[in-house]
């Protein structure tokens, strides 16, 4: 059975730090691209940041640029993101994802991964407010 359990969510203030992990079982986890997903309310899913299944890859939305960082730890099947200098506009629930389709933009490199199979935590809320 596939899990993928979230932690680490809260409430900051702005311009503080938060750390989410993400614990995965079931699957093969190194066969995965791993993505971070956010939800706020009355806003569609979107992508946060994305890490290649060996982990030498990374990508982020625009807005998330060097402030968050994304990780994975094959061994112990974790995936985490750091997030710095937080915003009230990065307050949602936010998502690990197994599989979806990442790509990746390294100068002349671009490349996509992703899985076949597709799996979703169940979201961990982060609010940033004052």
């Known amino acids: 059975q596939v899990h993928l359990i979230e932690s680490g969510g809260g409430l900051v203030q702005p311009g503080e730090s938060l750390r989410l992990s993400c614990a995965a079982s079931?699957?093969?986890?190194?066969?995965?691209?791993m993505s971070w997903y956010r939800q706020s309310p009355g806003k569609e899913r979107e992508l946060v940041a994305g890490i290649s299944k060996g982990g030498g890859w990374t990508t982020y939305a625009d807005s998330v640029k060097g402030r968050f960082t994304i990780s994975r730890d094959n061994s112990k099947k974790t995936v985490a993101l750091q997030m710095r200098n937080l915003k009230q506009d990065d307050t949602a629930v936010y998502f690990c994802n197994a599989g979806s389709e990442i790509t990746i933009n390294s100068g002349d490199l671009t490349f996509t991964e992703r899985h076949e199979s597709e799996y979703w935590g169940q979201g961990t809320q982060v609010t940033v407010s004052s």
């Open positions: 079931g699957f093969t986890f190194d066969n995965y691209p």
